[in-house]
């Protein structure tokens, strides 16, 4: 068990690390996402910046023919590489390189357009232009933020908390800040297949981790409920068997054929001794039917309102207090069942209705060749008990019935039985006013 709680606390410690290890793991995708949508939008607010400076130009009477900015624009070799094939290229990752190139093809075209010689004649930005151009380009890179605003270094936003900032800087001087509405949407969007098998990967194993648990739990109780047991079935079975020895030792070592009382006495008390040690070892051959899974009944038809009068006569015989049974069952009723098992589940729900009745037990008994109910006075289930009366070594509490004595296997043994020849059985049951038992020899 030491061992068992050491690998149950490391495997608690690693599925915590993982889950913690996936959750950077996810914000750093998300990070990286994040920056290189701050690139696109950066190239977009300098293609927004560009648009809006030609038409200035162009508005001043600085272009050429046809409307025509011409611009200069120097370019070394280690700017756009070298003649190499595509093996080579692909090798050095040269599409991150050609990403490189154009956005300083557009940075030198902005430093172009702003260090035009007659500046003062273009006049100021107009941002609302600006911003226009910029929304648009946004949206052609399928980017569709709520806010988009543009401002001058002198009129930065006082509180852009809820937005994204970017600074625009044209050699290396800060131009304008943009501000747009997180593109969170976009990136999750981005992210959802990850997200989603992520997520699924962590339920899965949180609900294997607590049904692995759940059943480890319930084998424990199972297996502390078969230990009571045991203790419990050691203990009687020595009872019974150390009183008819004694029983029968005082005969054989003191005989006297003239005390018939005294010998009528001891034989009685033997017998009585064997019925009970009889009945418990029914119940350890009624607990070892869950392993017999290929147990196959032995059936035969059975007139069952004969049947019933034997199993009732018995039970009446063996129980400690009065009882009365009535039966009611058409004389040709009929059913294809083993006797021997059949017996004993019918046997073991009257003796139930006996044992949890008071001191006036009334049952009935109504039987035909689709059915049979076993019906009682006794002291009833309680509703929240009644899921659980089928499971081996349960046991409904009853706090003040401490005097009936049980393993909690007899209703275990019955469903067992039950379900073995293919039948369904039911309970109907309130406290303080009994319980009906009822078997169906047809399933519905």
């Not at 050429?64 to 756009?80: A, E, F, N, P, R």
């Not at 006569?313 to 069942?337: F, G, M, N, R, S």
């Not at 089928?390 to 046991?395: L, N």
């Amino acid at each position: 068990m030491k061992h068992f709680k050491l690998i149950l606390t490391s495997i608690r410690i690693i599925v915590t690390l993982l889950f913690a290890a996936n959750v950077v793991f996810m914000v750093q995708l998300y990070n990286s996402i994040k920056e290189r949508y701050i690139s696109d939008v950066e190239q977009c607010l300098s293609r927004a910046d560009q648009i809006e400076m030609v038409d200035r130009i162009i508005g001043a009477g600085l272009s050429g023919d046809d409307d025509v900015v011409w611009i200069s624009i120097g370019l070394q070799k280690s700017d756009v590489g070298s003649t190499m094939n595509a093996d080579k290229l692909r090798e050095m990752d040269y599409s991150q390189g050609f990403r490189r190139v154009d956005k300083q093809l557009m940075s030198m075209i902005a430093q172009n357009l702003h260090n035009c010689s007659d500046i003062n004649r273009i006049g100021k930005p107009d941002v609302s232009k600006m911003e226009e151009a910029f929304r648009r380009d946004l949206n052609f890179s399928d980017y569709y933020p709520q806010e988009v605003y543009i401002a001058e270094p002198d009129g930065r936003l006082e509180s852009p908390s809820n937005l994204w900032e970017i600074e625009y800087r044209v050699n290396g001087d800060l131009t304008y800040y943009a501000y747009i509405s997180p593109l969170t949407d976009n990136i999750l969007r981005e992210m959802g297949g990850v997200i989603t098998t992520s997520v699924l990967i962590a339920l899965v194993l949180t609900f294997g981790f607590w049904y692995l648990l759940h059943v480890i739990a319930r084998q424990r109780t199972i297996e502390e409920m078969k230990d009571d047991f045991t203790n419990n079935m050691t203990h009687e079975l020595k009872t019974p068997i150390a009183i008819a020895y004694a029983a029968n030792d005082s005969l054989l070592q003191f005989p006297d054929p003239t005390d018939e009382e005294r010998t009528k006495k001891y034989l009685t008390a033997a017998l009585e001794q064997l019925s009970k040690l009889s009945g418990l070892v029914e119940s350890i051959l009624a607990m070892s039917m869950e392993r017999r899974k290929h147990l196959s009944m032995a059936k035969e038809n059975i007139s069952l309102k004969y049947f019933l009068i034997n199993i009732i006569e018995q039970q009446k015989l063996k129980a400690e207090k009065p009882c009365d049974i009535t039966l009611e069952c058409p004389e040709d009723a009929i059913v294809e069942a083993d006797p021997t098992h059949f017996s004993n589940v019918i046997g073991n729900l009257i003796d139930n209705s006996i044992k949890y009745s008071g001191d006036s037990v009334h049952i009935a008994i109504m039987a035909n060749s689709s059915s049979i109910s076993v019906s009682d006075n006794g002291i009833g289930i309680p509703e929240k008990s009644l899921p659980d009366i089928w499971s081996k070594f349960y046991r409904v509490p009853h706090g003040n019935r401490a005097d009936v004595r049980g393993y909690g296997i007899g209703l275990f043994y019955v469903k067992s039985i039950v379900d073995k020849h293919g039948w369904q059985i039911s309970v109907i049951s309130r406290q303080g006013k009994g319980s009906t038992f009822t078997i169906n020899f047809l399933r519905q």
